[in-house]
Each structure stands twice: as structure tokens, then as C-alpha cells.
């Protein structure tokens, strides 16, 4: 998270709300999040009491626990277009688990994406990974309509599956998003939206949802087990139907803690308006960067995100690592690159302390670049 040559703590030994403590025994105010697992904040006490309960009664059986029919249906609560729900335990699996739905579904290879799906082999050219396998993933540019028609019309009648993230760096322009569905719609294909970073976190429904886009499937993680490992493949009835007919298996998929603390951040967010609540947190958290970053003068350093996903962006990676350096010296952590988010236990001495970390960290800095 901090980078090359970074330096600083490698493991925690404890964590509550925003704030972690090193195995030296450091206190730092933590914007990372678990990289946008936690949104509630760390060892949530109605969470906590969640697992708890669910670890007594036995964490997994035999047979499959009655809270996965009841985050299901809490989680169509929240999102209408979710008529059927499968569970995974990460991101990544659960967005191949949507893409061989896809697949199954239209009897088709090829997927047009554009985002981060984590290192499975769909989506990745890395080492290792076939070419065969890399070839059937045409990676399309953020924001590009005509791009993505032109993709589109190269595969035709092979397209299985548009999947996308709605928010990379910024939210996407819902002319692009609507090109897309229209796309998918033309060619019989499957809309995936990827909402691992966003969902229950930006909006309860989901971005693309936010924006008016209707999706087929929708992925989410992170935020809506609020650190325990659980991810939902959720969509279309229709569509969701064709997992029978294909294999898609994790023992661990419905354990109950992970369960149990979905159904604790679920029932939160039906009770009050969370993600307003981390816009809130998030627009203060701007506010206090760019003030900063007004007051030091700094080149080569910027703000971007939205509220409640925002970082620097800066113009090396060594200027970068040093910075995240002395903010954490300072008192705060905050990740490399996309993204640091808000969550409920960021409160106004949370921002207060950033603001003076990050004050203290470009008075430590090098002179600022030309």
C-alpha cells in the first residue's frame, strides 16, 4: 500500500473505527479501509455482535444456513433488478462467476471490460495466463462510447458480456453507460456492472443503478460485509437461472459469519442513509486536502476521486512513496494510488488529524516540482 521504499509498519495488532495500532505500538488514523472493505469501520459493535452469535450456532454444516436466504432477500431489497443471489468469498471470483454465467447464458466467448476484476485468467494477459485465454477479453477505454462501439461490432455476434466499473477515478459519463446497455441490448449480450469498490458504499443500488443504467448482473464485495469475506453475484432471474447449468462451487461460500455481518450492514443501510452519510465524510476529507494542498503550493501533486473514494495523484512514484511516508510519520495512513475511502467512523477529529499530517507532510517534503 505504501509503495516502493516506502518504509514504515508492515502488520497491526489491533483495529477499531478509523484507527489501527502497529506491532509498535503506533496509533494511526487509517484511510485505507481494508483497501474499501471496511465502511462501517473497523470491529463495528453491531457487526461484531453478528458474527459472534452466527460462530456459536456453528459457522458451516451440511446443509446451506437460512442467512443466505435472508441477505438475499435483504439484498433485493436494496436492489431491485437482484431477483436471484449466488455467494462467493472474493471479488475476483465472484465477477468470473458472472462472467461464465454470462458466457453460459449466450453461448458465447468473448467479453469487452474496462476496470480492475483481480488476477484471475479472464481478464489478465500476465505471465502464465494462455493466449487463447487472454485473446477472448477486449479491454475498451473508460468513457469511450465510439470506442466501444467499434469493439463491439469487431466480435458481433460473439459477444458475450460487457463488464465494467462505474467509478475509475471518476464516476463514469452515463452517455458512455447508456452506449453500453444499448450495446448489450443490440447484441443480445449480458451488462455486468462491477461494483466490488462501489456498492453499498457510493450507492446502496449500486453506481451504474445510481446513474439510471439498468445492468443484468451486478457484482458486490468489500463494503457489504464491512471486512468479512463475502462477495454476491446478483441479477436477473433469467439470466442468474443459466449458474444451474454451469458449475460455480466454493465450500466456504455460506459460511455464517460473513453472512451475519452482511445481514448487520444490511439492515444498517435499510435503517439510515449510510452512503450520504460516507459522501459526507468524504467531502470533508476533500475539503481538508485541498486546503492543504492550496496552502503548501505544491506542483505535481493533485486531488482526485469522488467523496467517498479520493487520493493524490503525483507525478512519481518515489515523490509518492516519500509523502505517504511522512504523513504516516505524522500520524495517518493513506494508501498508494486509488483509492483512500470514508466510512461512518471518520468523524471530525479524524479529518482534523489528516488535515495536520498531510500540512506536516508537505512542510517535511522536498521543495515542491517545477
Known sequence: ???????????????????????????????????????????????????????????????????????????????????????????????????????????????????????????????????????????????????????????????????????IERMAPVEWLNALRELCDEYGAVLIADEI????????????????????????????ANGYPLAAVAGRATVMQTAQRTWISSTLACETTALAAASAVLARHSREDVCGTLAAAGTAMRAAVERTLAASGADGVRLEGIAPMWFLKFASESREAAFLSRARAAGVLLKRGAYNFASLAHDEASVAALERALTAAFAAGEAPDA
Not at 462467493?88 to 447464458?105: D, F, H, M, Q, T
Open 1 to 167: 500500500m505504501y509503495g516502493p521504499g516506502a518504509g514504515g509498519p508492515t502488520h497491526y495488532r489491533s483495529a477499531a473505527g478509523c484507527r489501527l495500532t502497529t506491532t509498535e505500538g503506533t496509533e494511526l488514523v487509517d484511510f485505507t479501509m481494508a483497501l474499501g472493505a471496511v465502511a462501517l469501520g473497523y470491529a463495528d459493535p453491531e457487526v461484531t455482535e453478528a458474527v459472534v452469535s452466527a460462530a456459536r450456532n456453528g459457522t458451516i454444516a451440511g446443509l446451506p444456513h437460512t442467512l443466505e436466504v435472508t441477505v438475499a432477500e435483504q439484498i433485493q431489497a436494496a436492489v431491485p433488478m437482484a431477483e436471484q443471489t449466488r455467494f462467493l468469498k472474493s471479488g475476483a471470483e465472484a465477477v468470473a462467476a458472472a462472467v461464465r454465467i454470462a458466457r453460459a447464458y449466450t453461448r458465447r466467448d468473448h467479453v469487452l471490460c474496462c476496470g480492475y476484476f483481480g488476477w484471475l485468467d479472464w481478464s489478465s494477459d500476465a505471465a502464465g495466463v494462455p493466449p487463447a485465454t487472454a485473446a477472448l477479453c477486449t479491454r475498451i477505454p473508460f468513457g469511450d462510447a465510439g470506442a466501444a462501439r467499434d469493439a463491439g461490432a469487431r466480435v458481433r455476434n460473439d459477444l458475450a458480456a460487457i463488464v465494467i466499473e462505474p467509478v
Open 197 to 224: 469498490k462501489t456498492g453499498f458504499r457510493v450507492h446502496r443500488s449500486g453506481a451504474l443503478v445510481q446513474q439510471g443504467v439498468r445492468p443484468d448482473l451486478v457484482v458486490f464485495g468489500k463494503a457489504l
